[in-house]
């Protein structure tokens, strides 16, 4: 039992060593030149060569992604709260906010730079362009499948519209909520990259990007690395706390 | 029987969920008059889909009648009323409180009690442990509803519909989801409360031997568009004891019943 709780908690860890050991091992048996796929070793040797520059650049897109991801979930909040409150809202917005959704956020870059010029601007606006729809619909989802008897229970008792969503709603929709955030804080990471790579001369996406134009792949590829990495870290950070405060909602893991 | 003595008075009472199904006649239920005494333990029975549903929300006050007039407590109803509680098949208990928290739900909601709650909370507590005590919960108040059987959810389901003193109880089809033991075990729950408490209890179930056990008075309805068909007065002695059902005045009864609504699905 134990063994095998180890192994499966170890097991993601295997496989990108697998990985990674499989792709030195192409990439020196088929000897692919590092401008075409670089082998990890090369692209490790690229991460300490210019950690410096790689450190500032990753330094300024985890902050402009945290900016923008604490704005989507303000925003994300309210809209799904008032969405999820009321038909008339929400027959009224969904619509609209899924035609906004299906945008490409790229194609709205260049029309933020010539409003907010170049800089951190673009990048924190694309970030929560891209990720306040996954936490508004999930806010909603959970305000909204309320069950119709328990609602007629605290009606009954005189129970306000408020009375209801602060008891009721908003406890219920926590868990959509969590896992909402894990969802968005991966999509914020690609809204700041794909807006870098265009509106900003810092930042990862410019790293990639200058990096790419002088083909030097396995920084590029150093790049890619640190993004994954910082993504990996902040869902599994918001997985953490999804965990430690709505356990009620996973109780299949405890109750086994 | 004189006006002060009634509790649930229905007059002739209509009710369409639209107005268009209202200019159409389409009613969920139809010229409902029915009466209650004071603590009286009606039933209603009835196929499925026959408005019994409807019948609750209008005594709950949730809806308003289209035609005629509900009274209870000698008053017209106008609003939700807070004299009443409910129970459903579903326990619709909060996952994420424990079972006291769940009982305790409605005196955070419904005045006076909601005014009073940060102060008098430990008292509140106690009382909601004496009655989930009662039936049969000791021990269980810090457990998650979860972590409870369906039969002991249903029993907390019943106490957060007690915990306010309401003076009047619904009931939909509470017991239809658990299995046949755990049902008449919940009988005898419901039973000693009632016999201790004496509130009014509305029971809308689709079983029929349940109905007779349990309730003073027995009211058939009829397929949608629901209309009562038959009032029968359950003659059994009281206290009654699970014994009972087995004999032959019981069975007739039931026996009686099911006539009556077979003669109903088949027409």
């Known amino acids: ?36 796929l670089p082998a990890p070793s090369a692209i490790l040797v690229a991460l300490v060569e210019y950690a410096g520059p790689i450190l500032f650049h990753a330094w300024r897109t985890f902050w402009t992604t945290m900016i923008g991801f604490g704005i989507s979930i303000v925003v994300g909040v309210f809209l799904g709260f008032v969405i999820g409150s009321s038909r008339l809202a929400y027959s009224a917005m969904y619509p609209l906010l899924t035609a906004f959704n299906s945008v490409p956020k790229a194609a709205v870059v260049p029309i933020l730079v010539v409003w907010f010029g170049i800089g951190a601007g673009p990048a924190i606006l694309t970030a929560f362009l891209i990720s306040f729809f996954p936490i508004m619909a999930n806010m909603a989802t959970g305000l909204a499948t309320l069950e119709p008897e328990l609602e007629d229970v605290l009606r009954v008792l005189g129970a306000r519209r408020l009375d209801v969503l602060i008891k009721v709603g908003l406890p219920r929709s926590l868990p959509y909520f969590f896992a909402s955030l894990k969802i968005a804080i991966t999509l914020a990471f690609v809204g700041t990259t794909v807006s870098e790579m265009t509106a900003s001369n810092e930042g990862i996406g410019q790293l990639l990007l200058s990096a790419g134009s002088q083909s030097r792949m396995p920084l590029a590829f150093a790049g890619l690395a640190v993004i994954g990495v910082m993504a990996m870290a902040m869902y599994e950070l918001f997985a953490w706390i999804e965990r430690h405060t709505t356990a009620w909602a996973h109780r299949g893991q405890q109750a086994t | 029987m004189t006006d002060s003595t009634l509790f649930v008075d229905f007059r002739e009472v209509w009710l369409a969920y639209s107005d268009e199904a209202a200019q159409r006649s389409e009613f969920a239920v139809e010229d409902i008059t029915l009466s209650t005494r004071q603590g009286e333990f009606i039933a209603i029975v009835g196929p499925s889909g026959c408005g019994k549903s409807t019948f609750m929300k209008l005594a709950t006050g949730l809806k308003r009648p289209t035609r005629g007039e509900v009274r209870i407590a000698g008053e017209a109803v106008t609003g939700p009323l807070k004299i009443v509680g409910m129970a459903f098949q579903a326990p619709t208990l909060l996952p994420w409180r424990t079972t006291l ?38 021990g269980y108040e810090d457990k998650f509803p979860w972590e409870l059987s369906g039969g002991m959810q249903q029993r907390a389901s019943i106490c957060r519909a007690l915990i306010h003193e309401p003076r009047m109880l619904l009931l939909d089809e509470p017991f239809g989801a658990l299995d046949a033991f755990t049902r008449e075990e919940l009988w005898n729950v419901l039973r000693d409360l009632w016999t201790a408490q004496r509130f009014n209890v509305i029971l809308v179930t689709h079983d029929l031997r349940e109905a007779v ?51 109903i699905r088949k027409r």
């Open chain 1, 1 to 36: 039992m134990t063994a095998s709780r180890s192994l499966e908690r170890f097991a993601p860890l295997l496989l990108l060593l697998l990985i990674l050991l499989a792709w030195e091992l192409v990439c020196r048996g088929f000897s692919i030149s590092d401008f075409i």
């Open chain 2, 101 to 138: 928290d769940n009982v305790l739900l409605p005196l955070e909601i419904v005045q006076p009690y909601r005014a009073q709650f940060r102060d008098r909370r430990r008292e509140y507590a106690e009382r909601a442990r004496r009655l989930l005590a009662t039936v049969g919960l000791d």
């Open chain 2, 213 to 263: 056990y349990l309730a003073d008075t027995v009211y058939v309805m009829s397929r949608r568009p629901g209309r009562i068909l038959e009032r029968r007065e359950v003659g059994l002695p009281r206290p009654r004891d699970l014994d009972i059902t087995y004999t032959e005045p019981f069975a007739h009864l039931v026996q009686e019943l099911r006539e009556r609504i077979g003669s």
